[in-house]
């Protein structure tokens, strides 16, 4: 069983910044796409950035030009650099990852980002 150990979370004044680390126990050689996913309040949860294991990434337009998605195979961790942090960002924050074998997906225990004056 892949374990996922999220940090970084909590509390941000709009405008700041802050980074989220997941930490997978799971080798990088069998590591296929890592990626973030948000759930606000309400709301279904939604993907923010994803990076496949051919370097390709993508974000959601809502972040674009604000959050960078970053993976480190070395230390099998993906990690989300969020800069100019709005309101609407208020989110918890899920890491999640694919495997290659088996085919297989797995998430993190959710991490919460609030963006507040």
């Known amino acids: 069983q892949v374990q996922l150990v999220e940090s970084g979370g909590g509390l941000v004044q709009p405008g700041g910044s802050l980074r989220l680390s997941c930490a997978a126990s799971e080798t990088s050689f069998n590591i296929n796409a890592m990626g973030w996913y948000r759930q606000a309040p309400g709301k279904q949860r939604e993907l923010v950035a994803a990076s496949t294991r051919s370097g390709s990434v993508s974000y959601a337009d809502s972040v674009k030009g604000r959050f960078t998605i970053t993976r480190d195979n070395a230390a099998n961790t993906v990690y989300l650099q969020m800069n100019r942090l709005k309101p609407e960002d208020t989110a918890v924050y899920y890491c999640?990852?694919?495997?290659?074998?088996?085919?297989?997906?797995?998430w993190g225990q959710g991490i919460q980002v609030t963006v507040s004056s």
């Open positions: 999640r990852i694919t495997t290659l074998l088996p085919s297989k997906e797995y």
